[in-house]
DNA sequence: GCCAACGTTGGC
DNA sequence: GCCAACGTTGGC
């Protein structure tokens, strides 16, 4: 079972959106480090963390499942499409996209503010300067610590997220 | 294969 | 809206 981090603009698809569609294509992803771990790490039944950047505040909002295994993202053939890519040839697909599943939205955010202060993710890609991946891998125990503090935000029903 | 120009990401 | 960081492009 793999564990993920991906990245999305409220403004443009954000958890609530997931959550009223159900499953959608993750599509758009033009970065080739992105798709190499889409294409050879990412598979079905995966989990993934959903991020909210460019937010107020970012950070992480709620859990997706990975719905299936890297296949061509069609946006890339066409003109009319925000992600057209005319160098990726159909024959040959370039780019590639899984489909997400909502899992669950967390009572309250995670904010980038307060993952950056956790020494238990300071290997996280996500709070390491110049960071600009989109798509990211979580360890076991990366990806257990949030969730864990995820929960207890829950139960407690508050939003400090101060470091006990 | 170098590297300057340019585009994008994403926090602030 | 600004801008630091970084990826990509393309001339040479």
Not at 84 to 92: E, I, L
């Amino acid at each position: 079972m793999g564990y993920w981090l991906m990245k999305s603009e409220p403004d443009e698809f954000g958890i609530d959106d997931l959550e009223r569609v159900g499953v959608e294509p993750w599509d758009g992803i033009r970065n080739y480090q992105v798709r190499n771990m889409m294409r050879d790490q990412m598979k079905k039944g995966d989990l993934a963390f959903f991020y909210h950047s460019n937010a107020k505040p970012p950070g992480i909002v709620g859990i997706m499942r990975i719905e299936n295994e890297a296949y061509p993202d069609s946006c890339a053939f066409d003109p009319e499409d925000k992600h057209y890519d005319p160098k990726s040839d159909p024959d040959n697909p370039r780019w590639l996209r899984v489909d997400v599943a909502f899992e669950e939205k967390f009572d309250d955010i995670l904010t980038l503010d307060w993952l950056k202060q956790q020494p238990e993710l300071a290997d996280c890609p996500l709070v390491r300067r110049g960071n600009r991946l989109s798509v990211m891998p979580l360890t076991e125990d990366q990806w257990d610590f949030i969730l864990a503090n995820a929960k207890r935000g829950q139960t407690r029903g508050g939003t400090n997220r101060g470091s006990a």
